[in-house]
């Protein structure tokens, strides 16, 4: 009997997975005029097809990557939440740049940090990025059949394991990745969050394994 593990080696169906993101790649470098267009007028609804697009793929590449199997259980309600959630960090971009920005304007915050001050609000000091992770987490305990309130997962080791995966993302992935999107000209910020969102699917779906293994 083999013994070789299901995720190793490539196989036939992972070309589905290869042709959807290089197909989505080339379409937001081929259209990107279009899709800064599209995300001025309609910024929520492109938040969500950008997140259910791009980070249920994370997702799915995790499940790949640890399972050998492409799709998790119930990819289609993933794929909604994504995009809630895209809606939400789209919607929290906007607020945080404008906070900063009046901050800056009171004098009491120093414009010299540039788009790296952004970025340390949004995922340090306003605690808006473990806010939105742990929601996720949460939601992903709902999708997955059980139902429990926020606060019942706190104290738990397996979310004590999690917490520390994601804490380290945002001062060691984070904190660098979204200065990079605050610097780039809003165009190409649609682009980047995309992606982005992409590694946010990949971190929280390894985070919550490791909370489980824990």
Not at 16 to 32: D, E, P, R
């Amino acid at each position: 009997m083999s013994t070789t593990p299901r995720t190793a080696g490539f196989r036939p169906v992972d070309l589905i997975g290869i042709v959807y993101i290089v197909a989505l790649t080339a379409a937001l470098f081929a259209y990107t005029p279009e899709v800064g267009n599209l995300t001025k007028a309609h910024p929520a609804l492109m938040s969500f097809i950008k997140f259910a697009l791009l980070a249920t793929f994370g997702e799915c590449l995790k499940n790949r990557l640890t399972t050998g199997v492409w799709l998790p259980a119930r990819v289609i309600i993933r794929a909604m939440v994504w995009g809630v959630f895209g809606i939400w960090i789209g919607a929290d971009f906007v607020l945080v740049a404008a906070g900063v920005q009046g901050l800056i304007a009171k004098g009491q915050w120093s414009d010299a940090v540039g788009p790296f001050g952004l970025s340390l609000w949004l995922n340090v000091l306003s605690g808006y990025g473990f806010t939105m992770m742990f929601t996720h987490y949460w939601a992903d305990h709902l999708i997955d059949g059980e139902f429990v309130w926020p606060w019942q997962l706190m104290g738990r080791p397996q979310t004590a394991a999690w917490a520390k995966v994601v804490l380290i993302s945002l001062v060691v992935f984070w904190l660098a990745a979204h200065t990079v999107t605050f610097s780039l000209p809003p165009q190409f910020r649609v682009v980047c969050a995309a992606y982005l969102s992409l590694g946010l699917g990949l971190i929280l779906s390894f985070a919550k394994r490791r909370g489980t293994a824990g």
